[in-house]
């Protein structure tokens, strides 16, 4: 059965410092990955998605980047925090239908909460 | 825009009754759309899939309706328990990913 792992669990990090978030898979192959920001009180935002290994999407322009190393290794990156950066960071993945190039059901990790002092 | 709206106040309901959530879009012409629970602290768990050519489709106490002239889809949950307390979101299509609406609170009290 597939597995997604998101580490760590909780960060405290204070502004201007870097930060890196990695989530990977496990149990199945050529996953598209996902990473969401929820902050409190607001929706699930979309931040990065990638269909392939070194093919990255941003939908939000900040301070923040992704990479995809591996086929099922998903990092979220920042040079420096900002304050807003704080929140609940939810990596993803779903299956490639193939031909479609487009994932239907998501299944999320257990998220990273992060707080920017 | 594409815009996903789900009603921001919260819903408390009694065991037993049946809980109504709704799901309003715009801009969207979906394949499908589909429903996700998610508890505090947690990441959003799959619920159900409806196609646009589905107008209903059920699993277990979870019905789900779907109507593209209306842009809107319904959620069912009938003889609600309070282990079904949680925030349920819709979410539609976007291109490779999904647009999740913010979610309604669902409270069921004993």
């Known amino acids: ?117 | 825009s594409q815009k996903i709206e789900q009603n921001s106040e919260a819903l408390n309901i009694q065991e037993g009754k049946t809980a109504t959530l709704t799901c309003n879009y715009t801009n969207y012409s979906p394949a499908y759309l589909q429903w996700y629970r998610q508890d505090p602290g947690r990441g959003p768990v799959f619920l159900l899939l409806i196609r646009e050519n589905e107008k209903e489709k059920r699993k277990e106490r979870l019905k789900v309706t779907f109507d593209t002239t209306l842009k809107q889809s319904l959620f069912h949950i009938t003889a609600s328990q309070p282990a079904d307390s949680a925030t349920y979101l819709c979410a539609l299509e976007s291109g490779y990913a999904l647009n999740f609406g913010k979610g309604t609170s669902l409270l069921v009290t004993p």
């Open chain 1, 1 to 117: 059965s597939q597995t997604i792992h998101q580490w760590p669990a909780t960060l405290v990090q204070p502004v201007g410092s870097p930060l890196s978030l990695e989530c990977t898979v496990e149990g199945t192959s050529n996953p598209n990955l996902y990473w969401y920001r929820q902050a409190a009180g607001r929706g699930l935002q979309l931040l990065f998605y990638s269909v392939g290994i070194g093919q990255i999407s941003s939908e939000v322009p900040q301070n923040l980047s992704a990479s995809r190393p591996q086929d099922r290794q998903f990092i979220l990156s920042s040079k420096k925090l900002l304050l807003s950066d704080s929140g609940f960071y939810l990596c993803a993945w779903s299956t490639r239908l193939a031909g479609v190039g487009l994932g239907e059901t998501q299944y999320f990790g257990p998220g990273t909460r992060l707080l920017v002092l």
